[in-house]
């Protein structure tokens, strides 16, 4: 098994929920950077476990000890490895997980996979605990993206049956983007976000789980990042974000709503701005075209299920009975996973970008 | 610029539409394959233009030659490389397309990224045409996955806002897919599919195009392919998908739907049946759980933009005066490019699956 | 079976030796390069057959269509490929040569391998002929390079015991490297060349072969190309030319001398020169200290095994009777294949250089 | 900078010499090994500073913690990552060595390239001690080669000019090549292990080094392992040993010796033996035609430079004035790095293989 992606930025995760320590290992930064800490661990805090009164309440210290790469706060350009200690790991028996797999987790198919041997202890190596990791080396790849006047951000478009457009993705600003991602429930508008919280609440209280959708966003990115066919911004994108836990979905721009429409509305026409850059009237195309940047903002829409933890009885299998059986889930569960999954979303995009960036564009 | 993808399994395409030649190069195959050429043929007339009243009146031979990897009708095990000659090029004089970017295609983005040396007469390598090489090397990897007993396949799931769900994800057949794979415009329903055309031909009428979606799906797959995090089924596979021009969505079974449910009905519960094979209720994951295959049949939706070339007069920019300008463009050109795409995208599911399929389970 | 090397620019190698047709494919090249064809052909001429009485009599036109990335001599940036028509393939009986693999030929692994399904016509997939793609596809990437100041180029250094070196590692020049690679027969000294047409002559004479060993070099590269560890000079180059049929050594300054050095006369003391460049004053490192280039000339020894085809009776085994055997290779082979390697090494150097050059050096 | 490598297999790794720890990542490890501990420390041992007191005085516990991929000493198929934290870093005052770089270390190329931002104490990520990862990850890839019947070892070959002869590459055997593994100074003759160390003792007593030469054996490989071009055994291998430290030569069998044989003498002719398995008489090639393993033993080649840290006044340049120096290097090093330097190459030898055989053969 392979947990690492990226040709010049690369990313690796290592770790399992229950053992002593996650991480990851971010190879290829520049060197000279000063890492803004207060930075990182702010993003780290939006992922952290019992932050929010939506989110499960394992509480984990989850601070980054960055064990090489960085001399006195400074990038060294060698590979940059971070670990993170697990503490809050409860002592259970974990022999009932084991021969009744859960519905729609991964534990059918890593036991068919890896023979039994595999880390069942928290969800070892496929729990959302080690998302922690790349929201630390993401937050490290923003501040060089900011550098490069480039802002990564996103926001809450759905929690369950309730949307709410936090930006226009003609204009979204460098700006709004950093507001949205100072906050823990992160959209615009407190109406929305009351009825989400709402929804979240409704299903905790049903011992149940709700599924949402983000918005992700970049703006500052120059014209011309990417390439036709396998290695563009979607594919690229597309790639990393499939690695964060419960997404089920990736599109661009107008996306899935691509689909209904007509050329003639669908197309983003264009015209030279005030300042002589080559702007478009409308941003279906979510920033791409042909795979690689126009300079308009990055639109990225990703779905995520619902977490598959929830405390109803659940029909499965015993794989050491052979028969059918119901399985009740004990444990801290997040009725939904949205708002934290949107930190480690957005990181997942700048590291994506910065990638893209660091291919350069001549020869 | 690459165009190539895989780890074990790798394909690469290269060529331009109006140059001497387009092809690809399949690497890591196994030796000792019979080709089936009248199979390879079938899926090449499936997505060339002229075929169907509903595509482009281009005509092209698109006669694959296999110059490499295969001696008398066997692979080698050598790295197998396929030309198609390009025979239908109209000379067109391109200046004006050099000078005013068509609005949604490339042609902005590539100006500035290759300085206005890529090749732009039709769509060079970011053509569409592009992806026959696609399709021929996706029909010796489909044959090579039915050896494994596995079947791909998908049908057209909307046209405009027609919709026609072709199969049942939980109950899917080899047979369901092979026949819907042997048409020229997939689905099982002939009144949506009059519908379809209708939408079709109501575009075409007016000089517009219309964008659609199609559902993909693979049966047979073992349990335990894929992996956790970056090198997971989706990963792999909405990494290949993203490289065919036009596509601006991936999803995997419930996809976006999963964003509104609840846990308890999203969730597959599963039970033995009669040969005492795990399988689930419902299949809202899409065969993957964890980035790993379960054994039920894998879905993907692919959502497909409209054709960004129209005969309507667009609006865009000059790069040679510096000035806005308006643009109609001439050509040929496909209403709904969906029919086409559909046996593309099949051949680029195929190849990702062999190339998961190829790296193997143990060690 | 993979064909394939590089990160940025990415070279595929496909063919077999008597099939329809040899080439490659070259990716990542930038756009707007104008292709100088006469300094292409000019090194193809060098590596082609039938050139120089100490090669093969087979003759072969060697004429590199380029079927795609290039419009009007200059390149667009898509993928570049390149196709070279086989011709004179005579047609053998090859029955003889797949029941009795040659020794120290690949004949035997292969058969093991491919389960007897490989191409052994020629050698198939691992003839030398392969290399004439990477001749081509080396002297784009060695006109890139002289662009940026870098000279590729290389000599004879032994042939037999006959030993003549040709340049000082600590003060080649461009020029001087230019010359060389203008030769068909290069080196510097007309008694030395003499001495090793004589050992070659000697050895066709006797139905045999003779090995050789040549020496590569770069000026011009910028102080810190490379990595420590994996991807530095050392690996990428080594990895590049054990690509090459016949390589059994690579070696970097002084090499395996260097073994039995002290390490006071071994370390390249540094200096200021005139113009306050930092230079050595020997270059037993050949260049590259820790991965990283140090600006002075890169020096590379490369060992070539003796042709393994010879006209003496030698013993085998014959797969089809399992029983020992002797085996008389008939056809036209060359005696000494180290002046015709030669190019390709050096196309292989500067393919292996352009790569690292690309990958650049910030973020 | 990426410090990684391996396709099926991959290794990275990371770390700074005076760091808080230096470690490595394993990817792609089948699940369900049980880890052999003893003989992990055995290896690890072999490496350690201060063993021998042909090394270096630095004392180093070097106990490997394992903190991702194994649970209750099995591996669970995820990531393996090792930590080894640093402990004996002595707090030198580093400004003379960032001012005057010494010769033949990778201090000049590492500061242009780093902009004087990486490590300079105890050499950073350049250090050797980086190697100690390696030879854990090694052990562990030496452990599963064995149980599909490979072993993997290495003798000192040559120390300045004494030279021994430890095995005969044709007939090696599995147990030969443990016995040597077991040693801290490989090699099988005491007389000439004596006169070896009376070379690194005299250069010791002059402050200075000397080099030498290893040579690595693998036993046991199946036939058709590696490819022919890019991805044969002699890239990989290559690659790979390129990355550690102070390496300035790889050849295979003959390697450079194969330059000035003839063909008739080069040959490994063939022949069946008594079990009716398929060997060769000689093994020049070092088990490798073609790029792919024959069956007879891997033969391997290393050339090692001399320690360039000595202690005899040297002439560098001052970064800081622009002035041409001297410098003496202060602290505890190794006069020959060959004895250390082996079990790390056969750790990289069995990685690289491990990684081949995970690649598989057919599909």
Redesign the interface.
């Known amino acids: 098994?392979?947990?690492?992606?990226g040709?010049?930025?690369?990313l690796?995760?290592?770790?399992?929920s229950h053992?002593?320590?996650?991480?990851c290992?971010l190879?290829?930064?520049?060197?000279?950077v000063k890492i803004d800490m207060d930075a990182l661990l702010a993003q780290m805090a939006r992922r952290a476990p019992g932050r929010d009164k939506t989110a499960t309440t394992r509480k984990e210290a989850d601070i980054p000890?960055i064990?090489?790469?960085v001399?006195d706060g400074?990038?060294?350009?060698?590979?940059?490895?971070i670990?993170i200690k697990n503490s809050d790991t409860k002592s259970h028996n974990y022999d009932n997980l084991r021969d009744n797999?859960r519905?729609?987790?991964?534990?059918?198919?890593?036991a068919?996979?890896?023979?039994?041997?595999?880390?069942i202890?928290g969800g070892?190596?496929?729990s959302g605990r080690?998302t922690a990791g790349i929201v630390a080396a993401g937050a490290i790849c923003r501040q060089?993206l900011k550098e490069e006047g480039i802002t990564v951000g996103g926001h809450i478009l759905?929690i369950?049956?309730v949307a709410e457009t936090s930006f226009d993705p003609v204009n979204v600003t460098a700006a709004q983007l950093e507001a949205l991602s100072s906050k823990l429930f992160a959209l615009n508008n407190p109406a929305a976000e009351e009825l989400m919280r709402a929804e979240i609440e409704s299903?905790r209280l049903?011992a149940?789980?709700?599924?949402?959708?983000v918005e992700l966003a970049a703006v500052g990115l120059p014209?011309?990042l990417g390439?036709?066919?396998?290695?563009?911004v979607?594919?690229v994108v597309?790639?990393?974000l499939?690695?964060i836990?419960a997404?089920?979905?990736?599109?661009?721009?107008?996306?899935?709503?691509?689909?209904?429409?007509?050329?003639?509305r669908?197309?983003?026409?264009?015209?030279?701005d005030d300042e002589?850059n080559?702007r478009?009237?409308t941003n279906?195309?979510?920033g791409?075209?042909?795979?690689?940047?126009?300079g308009m903002p990055l639109i990225v829409?990703v779905?995520?299920?619902?977490?598959?933890?929830?405390g109803?009885p659940?029909?499965?299998?015993n794989l050491k009975t052979?028969?059918?059986s119901t399985l009740v889930i004990e444990g801290r569960h997040d009725p939904c996973i949205v708002p934290r999954a949107l930190p480690v979303l957005e990181a997942a995009l700048a590291i994506a970008l910065?990638d893209l960036?660091?291919?350069?564009?001549?020869?």
């Not at 068919?112 to 880390?119: L, Q, T």
């Not at 669908?266 to 030279?272: C, G, H, I, L, S």
């Not at 995520?304 to 929830?310: C, G, H, L, N, V």
């Open positions: 098994m392979k947990s690492s992606i040709e010049k930025i690369k690796s995760v290592f770790g399992e053992g002593p320590a996650i991480g290992l190879e290829g930064l520049p060197s000279g000890e064990i090489s790469g001399v400074v990038t060294t350009g060698a590979p940059l490895a670990i797999p519905p729609s987790h991964a534990d059918f198919a890593a068919v996979k890896f023979g039994g041997a595999n880390d202890r070892g190596h496929f080690l060089i759905t369950g049956n299903a049903e149940d789980s709700v599924g949402g959708c014209v011309g390439n036709p066919m396998f290695f563009g979607e594919n597309s790639n990393i499939y690695g836990p997404v089920k979905g990736v599109s661009f721009g107008a996306g899935f709503g691509y689909a209904s429409m007509r050329g003639s669908a197309n983003d026409q264009m015209y030279y002589g080559v478009a009237y279906n195309c979510g791409i075209t042909g795979g690689i940047t126009t829409n779905a995520i299920k619902p977490t598959p933890s929830i109803q659940q029909k499965t299998v052979g028969e059918n910065l960036l660091a291919q350069g564009d001549r020869v």
